[in-house]
């Protein structure tokens, strides 16, 4: 099985990226499953219910997100209704939506994934995402040994300490948030596929999804500047996961990053 991790898609120039790019990627690597992280896909802060199913359209199987998920206050009720699209499984109970699903693939394959989100300079004050996934594997495992995590997460620390800590228990952990995509990616020793961040589906001439002008402006007078979402040179950032269909072990890890120009 072949497995497509995508790192956070920002912005117009993230969503134009995905639906040009995604048909060349699903052909070229003959994927059976895609994970999007898609967080900052609306104006590169939060994902509204049309968009979600622009890109559940577009071949999307399962859509997690992150801190910004309660950035647009119309995505409550879809979440509620939307069984793959997930917010943090580590919210609060009661907490609206869901932070993990089991879904069936084309070729009839069962897959979970979970999203968690990390406590280590985040905004929230969330459960422990360590004890939260080893208890949500555990329900996953009754029926499905592929299990795909996003580490939803600031530091690389804390990102790396869940690849090892969750080795040989998921088929793959992918850390997403920073927007930069690390060329750490590997199997581990007990067969779990690891990467500390996929990186960013958007516009790679930026900060970090940003225009840049206006971000260097702020560093150089240190007052407030209205950010603004780039536009220039759009990518799809991600990897895929090669995955033993029967262990749910990963075989093989590879770095995805494609530019439309």
């Known amino acids: 099985m072949n497995i497509l991790c995508i790192g956070d898609v920002v912005g117009k120039a993230g969503r134009k990226a995905l639906t040009e790019l995604l048909p060349q990627l699903q052909e070229e690597y003959a994927l059976d499953a895609i994970i999007a992280n898609a967080e900052n896909s609306a104006g590169g802060s939060g994902i509204t219910p049309r968009i979600a199913n622009q890109f559940f359209r577009?071949?999307?199987?399962?859509?997690t997100l992150g801190d910004h998920v309660w950035d647009r206050q119309e995505l409550v009720e879809y979440l509620k209704e939307r069984k793959a699209i997930l917010r943090p499984a580590n919210y609060p109970s009661g907490t609206p939506g869901k932070g993990w699903c089991v879904v069936e693939t084309a070729n009839g394959s069962k897959i979970g994934v979970i999203n968690l989100?990390?406590?280590?300079?985040?905004?929230?004050?969330?459960?422990?995402?360590f004890k939260t996934a080893e208890d949500v594997i555990k329900e996953i495992k009754k029926v499905t040994n592929i299990i795909v995590v996003d580490m939803h997460a600031e530091t690389t620390s804390e990102k790396?300490?869940?690849?090892?800590f969750l080795d040989g228990k998921a088929s793959a952990i992918f850390g997403t948030h920073t927007h930069i995509q690390t060329a750490?990616?590997?199997?581990?020793?007990?067969?779990?596929?690891y990467i500390t961040d996929v990186g960013m589906t958007g516009p790679y001439d930026s900060v970090i999804g940003q225009n840049k002008e206006k971000i260097i402006k702020r560093f150089l007078t240190s007052m407030p500047t209205r950010?603004?979402?780039?536009k220039e040179n759009p990518v799809v950032h991600g990897v895929v996961v090669e995955i033993d269909d029967?262990?749910?072990?990963?075989?093989?890890?590879?770095?995805?990053?494609?530019?439309?120009?």
């Open 58 to 63: 577009l071949g999307c199987t399962v859509i």
């Open 117 to 129: 989100l990390g406590r280590v300079f985040m905004r929230y004050n969330v459960n422990c995402p």
């Open 160 to 164: 790396v300490a869940m690849g090892w």
């Open 184 to 193: 750490d990616e590997k199997v581990l020793p007990k067969g779990t596929a």
């Open 227 to 230: 950010f603004e979402v780039a």
């Open 246 to 261: 029967i262990t749910g072990l990963a075989k093989k890890i590879s770095r995805v990053q494609r530019s439309l120009l």
